[in-house]
């Protein structure tokens, strides 16, 4: 192996040393496995090639300022997978099964475990394929449960940096009464293209309206979205967003720091009352948005309306703080009152 620049990683696939894996069939999970072959092989008329019967997690495990080493949270997307997979109609596993998987991914790849002091972490991403060979629309309980990571640094390149969102007037991610509140592959196969036309006009992140009326503010296609008014912690309530941990997390640290915490519906209009806005999610951590856009028409020039929160760049001071709290618990490097780590 190489070494690793700790200081400069992003946040992209890697070849780390072992992918832990289970699979379903005759109706159990398989005892688990540690391989050091990165490629599954399974049917080419398998569910999750076709219909794309996938959903995955993402999680993080720190090394701590005293050494130890530390899973945020892996109860919580232990849950959620449970409950996407239920939405797919796979068999998901336990909160027991997905947490020692988890834990037997860090412990055999430790060598891309981040040290301290570099502001990195080793990404775990769990994910579980329907592989049953099948035309029929109908669920089918066999399926692969793998847990493979990647040492990670920011993912839009830079720690705690403002970045444009633009609202795309001509795309949308989630059907009302649909599949957005679920971890599901095919929810970002959606924000693809979207993406790249976005990124070409110098945008990093989509911030997307719910689909039915256009009215409300959803999510970034990539995570959640919270605004700070005066003392509010104010962040959507829909149920075509993600439940996102980073946010649950957050607005516990918030009302911690004695403010008020708001979940509801967010018009767009608010977003002109903003004092910062921002994504927050395990990938993103809290990535505050500089301003963001409306295009009526993504592919085509024309602006209607912007929304400006800080010059390019810069942070404001909520942000800022939020940020220090959350990964300051992770790191180790302030008390974690509410119990979030799992030491491993
Ligand atoms: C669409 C979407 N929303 C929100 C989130 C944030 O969720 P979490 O904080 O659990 O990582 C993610 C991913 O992490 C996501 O992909």
Redesign the pocket.
């Known amino acids: 192996m190489n070494s690793i620049n700790w200081d400069s990683l992003g946040f992209d696939a890697y070849r780390t040393r072992t992918i832990i894996f289970s699979k379903f069939s005759g109706g159990e999970w398989s005892p688990f496995e540690a391989t050091e072959n990165f490629s599954f092989t399974f049917d080419p008329f398998s569910q999750v090639l076709h219909y794309a019967i996938s959903c995955f997690?993402?999680?993080k495990a720190f090394r701590q300022k005293d050494g130890r080493i530390a899973i945020f949270r892996p109860d919580?997307?232990a849950a959620?997978l449970k409950r996407t997979a239920d939405y797919l109609g796979m068999p998901g596993p336990s909160q027991e099964l997905f947490i020692k998987m988890c834990e037997a991914c860090v412990r055999n790849n430790l060598k891309y475990l981040p040290p301290y002091g570099h502001r990195a972490s080793l990404y775990l991403r769990p994910i579980l394929m329907g592989v049953h060979p099948q035309m029929q629309l109908v669920p089918y309980p066999e399926a692969i449960f793998a847990v493979m990571c990647a040492p990670v640094g920011s993912y839009y390149g830079e720690h705690l940096r403002s970045f444009a969102a633009v609202i795309p007037g001509n795309y949308d991610?989630a059907a009302p009464k649909g599949s957005?509140s679920y971890?599901i592959g095919g929810?970002?196969a959606a924000?693809f293209k979207p993406y790249q036309l976005a990124h070409k006009q110098g945008y990093t992140e989509l911030l997307y309206l719910n689909s039915c009326t256009r009215e409300f503010v959803d999510?970034?296609?990539?995570?959640?979205f919270f605004g700070i008014k005066g003392n509010k912690y104010i962040t959507p309530l829909s149920d075509s967003?993600?439940?996102?941990?980073?946010?649950?997390?957050l607005q516990e640290v918030a009302a911690d720091l004695g403010m008020e915490v708001e979940k509801r519906p967010v018009p767009v209009d608010e977003l002109a009352g903003f004092d910062e806005a921002a994504?927050?999610?395990?990938?993103?951590v809290i990535t505050p948005m500089s301003h963001i856009d409306i295009k009526p028409v993504l592919e085509e020039p024309g602006i209607e309306r912007s929304y400006r929160y800080r010059p390019d760049g810069e942070v404001g001071p909520v942000c800022t703080q939020l940020y220090k709290q959350i990964t300051g618990i992770q790191f180790g490097e302030l008390e974690d009152r509410h119990y979030w780590c799992y030491y491993i």
Do not use: D, H, M, W
């Open positions: 997690e993402g999680l919580q997307n959620r991610r957005g971890k929810n970002y924000t999510e970034f296609g990539s995570s959640n967003i993600l439940p996102s941990i980073t946010n649950k997390t994504a927050c999610g395990t990938a993103v």
